[in-house]
């Protein structure tokens, strides 16, 4: 009997076992595939569309990201759609208040994902025709950085039929697409008719261009859309009576800032204080509020943007600066900025470890402080090199006959003459000495103590370097042969494979340029046209429908090599 139970427990518990719920293992293959569009009902273009629903049915659940934000219907709708998912089905129910003869495209952007791992379709849509024709017109273009002819990863293109100034600033476009990867665009079901055109890098996605940090591009001249004109009856090319597409480049920029504007401040130091700016300001000036300054107690140093400006503090004692910030005269704000830490520069000297100075500023400086430099020679200097000298803190003065080079010749060092050239005279931070060093022969520089004095009172302990210069096979050179057309001024740049500038010439006209002493490496030449004369780049206005200067980039990237000499011409028509 107990065998006879035994058993039936078993075959009992075999049973219960047997119809378990089966779970599939988890983990897996991650999905890496956006939501695909199986089906759509009515389809995808209909014409003559009457129905009040539209069904477009997917390959997996989905769900609509920001959907406010992203969906725009072209031509706007007095009543926008209302859209809701459903599983794998997105529901669209038209308002009844579409017009007659008309092609609408419902505009989804990347609002449509999956459920899972929210995987984004790309620019989605959907079009039809209330009409017995779907508009088949087409505009096409690239939308470009201005600055450096780049592409954006997200960039949309936006065609308004409001020819108004303010419409992409006060309406939602009548068009609308998204650049691809490499700069190009297309419209495709447009209507004829006359359109403004625009670029946006849409930061808050509303299609309407109205943050100070978003980029933007226009079309000088408003873009008409229309069909060609049809081919001859004789004809057999049959192509000709199609829509063609119609080439229109844009250039993206950041406009300017209608004003300047104060964004922050920071304390770098016990004696410096940086002012971030929107934009460069006018003459700024910091009034004192918790103490009376004797004479001059700041110094400004303005970036190359101009967008921010370090203030180098004089005479202050204060641990807690409290001032004033104004621009032009006006202020700007009232600011509080913590110089010295007691609790930290007490014990640091209790410890003799510390490295904050014993006041917060240069009025009093300690037996340690002295002048800070950077310099260029140490063991070889290229031999068409100046002495490059750069500094921390602004100088007030310097004695330029306590700089001495001395060449090498046999067992002894022969004094040479030099030159003081200075390449920073706003700020006194940076200056060269030029010397003129002949290929492979061996140097010496003596900086005396007491040469550099800064506006702290600070000056530099005595330095003394030995190198040797280089030889002029070591480097490639470049011709290059510039027929400039239009006799447009000019600024041509030679960058390295970083973009950065290396060398610049103004030109006007045909011209010869040799860059004469290049490294190995990957090069590129840029030319931008100076419409203003000011020797540099200047960026759209877009109130003003200015555009930015034009930019162009030699066709091909140099490769140059030691000892290579390479020649090219360069026809620039812009």
């Known amino acids: 009997m107990n065998r006879f139970k035994?058993?039936?427990f078993i075959f009992i518990a075999w049973i219960f076992a047997s119809c378990a719920t089966v779970v599939a293992p988890e983990g897996g293959a991650k999905d890496t595939t956006p939501p695909i569009a199986l089906e759509f009902q009515p389809p995808l273009g209909s014409k003559e569309m009457h129905q009040s629903q539209i069904e477009i049915r997917f390959d997996e659940f989905i769900v609509l990201n920001k959907l406010q934000e992203q969906f725009v219907v072209s031509p706007p709708m007095d009543v926008m759609p209302e859209v809701h998912t459903q599983g794998k089905k997105l529901i669209i129910n038209l308002p009844d208040s579409l017009r007659d003869e008309t092609t609408y495209t419902l505009f989804f952007g990347n609002a449509i994902a999956n459920f899972k791992e929210n995987l984004e379709t790309p620019n989605f849509s959907y079009h039809f025709s209330t009409g017995s024709q779907i508009d088949s017109l087409e505009l096409s273009g690239t939308a470009l950085?201005?600055?450096?002819?780049?592409?954006?990863?997200?960039?949309?293109i936006i065609l308004h039929k409001n020819l108004s100034d303010s419409n992409l600033q006060t309406q939602r476009p009548y068009y609308l697409t998204r650049a691809n990867k490499d700069g190009s665009y297309l419209f495709s079901n447009l209507a004829e008719g006359e359109y403004q055109l625009f670029a946006l890098k849409d930061l808050n996605r509303n299609f309407i261009y109205d943050q100070p940090a978003e980029e933007v591009a226009f079309c000088s001249q408003n873009v008409m859309v229309k069909a060609p004109e049809p081919a001859p009856t004789d004809s057999l090319d049959s192509t000709q009576a199609k829509p063609q597409p119609v080439q229109n480049r844009l250039m993206v920029f950041t406009p300017k800032p209608e004003k300047s504007l104060f964004l922050s401040h920071k304390v770098l130091s016990a004696n410096k204080i940086l002012h971030t700016f929107n934009r460069n300001p006018g003459k700024i000036e910091m009034i004192p509020l918790n103490f009376v300054p004797q004479g001059k107690w700041h110094h400004e140093i303005y970036n190359l943007n101009g967008d921010s400006i370090t203030s180098f503090l004089i005479g202050v004692e204060q641990d807690t600066l409290k001032y004033i910030l104004q621009e032009d005269g006006v202020s700007l704000d009232t600011?509080?900025?913590?110089?010295?830490?007691?609790s930290r520069a007490s014990e640091g000297r209790k410890r003799g470890t510390t490295d904050l100075p014993s006041v917060s500023s240069g009025s009093?400086?300690?037996a340690s402080a002295k002048v800070q430099y950077q310099y260029n020679f140490s063991q070889t200097l290229d031999f068409f090199d100046y002495l490059r000298f750069n500094?921390?803190?602004?100088?007030?003065?310097?004695?330029?006959?306590?700089?001495?080079?001395?060449?090498?010749?046999d067992t002894l060092w022969k004094k040479i003459p030099i030159t003081m050239k200075i390449t920073d005279t706003l700020n006194q931070?940076?200056?060269?000495?030029?010397?003129?060093?002949?290929?492979?022969?061996?140097?010496?520089?003596?900086?005396?103590?007491?040469?550099?004095?800064d506006i702290y009172g600070n000056t530099n302990d005595s330095l003394v370097k030995e190198f040797s210069t280089t030889e002029m096979r070591e480097y490639g050179s470049f011709k290059l042969i510039l027929d400039n057309t239009k006799a447009e001024n000019l600024i041509i740049q030679l960058l390295n494979d970083k973009d950065a500038v290396l060398e610049e010439h103004k030109v006007l006209g045909a011209q010869t340029i040799i860059f004469p002493h290049l490294n190995d490496g990957k090069y590129k030449i840029k030319a931008i046209v100076d419409a203003n004369n000011n020797g540099r780049w200047d960026n759209g206005y877009f109130i003003k429908r200015i555009q930015p200067e034009k930019v162009?980039?030699?066709?091909?990237?140099?490769?140059?090599?030691a000892n290579w000499d390479i020649e090219q011409t360069w026809i620039i028509e812009p």
Do not use: C, W
Not at 146 to 156: G, I, R, S, T, V
Not at 400 to 408: F, L, N
Not at 554 to 561: G, Y
């Open 6 to 8: 035994l058993a039936y």
């Open 145 to 156: 950085r201005a600055f450096d002819l780049n592409p954006y990863e997200d960039l949309y």
């Open 335 to 342: 600011l509080k900025a913590i110089l010295v830490k007691r």
């Open 364 to 366: 009093k400086k300690s």
């Open 391 to 409: 500094f921390t803190t602004p100088l007030a003065s310097f004695k330029i006959p306590r700089i001495e080079v001395y060449q090498a010749q």
């Open 429 to 453: 931070m940076r200056f060269a000495v030029e010397v003129g060093f002949s290929e492979l022969e061996k140097y010496k520089v003596v900086v005396r103590d007491s040469t550099f004095f």
């Open 552 to 561: 162009f980039y030699f066709p091909h990237v140099l490769d140059i090599r």
